[in-house]
């Protein structure tokens, strides 16, 4: 997520206080400063985090996982290596990153932060990319590997598929799917997925190509049913391939609370009673970590009525697709994308 509601904020300073009163009650140590977050996460390793199977993998990974760009946005490079490694002892073990997230800076922190054992033995990591052509991609990963300090990336995906003419440029003669074969052979990288938040008919149309895909990344949420649905027209594919699915925008990048239609608990509780491997959630503060830790603790798959009564009561505001911007505007697609496509802004 790039932006930030107002209500976004409200709602994480007000549910701070209470956050903490339910792990004091439950024996856990722990106060609201980014200080003593790592001393709340031995108390807390008590009630281990879900773990979910991540398609036809073999591999499980724990349901809440840790959003690599506003990693990035932590002011501080200690806070951001704390809280990568307050997240892995919580147990929140994937780790999402990006090539371009904030110039590497991200992809920088995170590895640092994996650097200190035993976390990077821990983490389940993944990174995105923008190659097209396979000498871009094979740049990216060396790139990756190094700000990373890994010599394997578990997942690497192709990054913001979401441009008409993407997958028949990965796909091509030289295209970026040669490094991902190339990449795989050499142990560089374990496996392989793709991300896209534009358009459903997009990641349908990277589906086509006969690659044996083990993970799609790709926005899902209560607006998303109504409006270019990713969860009615692609995620019954995944399913049916074995796929592993890894939610993004599930918050619709702050847009759900603005629309009134549900609350921060409720959204990600419907998007884990889908059949995902875990919600990727951009989370800066410890604070915002410790509460959807708590959120995936507490989590029971709604019942069908549940489920029914969030589609009704958010259908209105979705049906144009203002609620979903990373549908229907250009404001979230990445500079290097934009330059890749000869999109100005």
Known sequence: MRHESVNRREFLRQSAAGVLAVSLASGATTTATAADAAGAAGAVQERPLPLRPLGKTGEKISMLGLGGHHVGQVRSDQEAIRLVQTAIDMGVTFMDNAWEYHNGRSEEIMGRALAANPYRQKAFLMTK????????????????????????????????????????????????????????????????????HK?????????????????????????????????????????????????????????????????????????????????????????????NVQFAREHAPLTEQAKQDLLARSQEAALTGRFEPFKTTRNFDGPVGRALHGIGG
């Open 129 to 196: 990319h923008h190659g097209r052509d396979k000498q871009t991609a094979l740049r990216h990963l060396e790139d990756s590997l190094r700000r990373l300090q890994t010599d394997v990336i578990d997942l690497w995906q192709f990054h913001e598929v979401v441009y008409d003419k993407d997958p028949d440029m990965i796909f091509a003669a030289g295209g970026g799917i040669e490094a991902a074969y190339e990449a795989k052979k050499a142990g560089k990288v374990r496996y392989v997925g793709f991300t896209g």
């Open 199 to 291: 358009d459903p008919n997009i990641l349908i149309k990277m589906l086509a190509y006969e690659y044996p895909w083990d993970a799609v990344q790709m926005p899902l949420n209560v607006l998303d049913a109504h409006f270019q649905s990713f969860e009615r027209n692609v995620l019954p594919i995944l399913l049916q391939r074995r796929i592993g699915i890894l939610a993004m925008k599930t918050q619709a990048s702050g847009f759900v609370l603005r629309a009134q239609v549900a609350s921060v608990k409720e959204a990600l509780d419907y998007v884990w009673s889908l059949p995902v491997s875990t919600i990727i959630s951009g989370m800066a503060s410890p604070e915002h970590l410790r509460q």
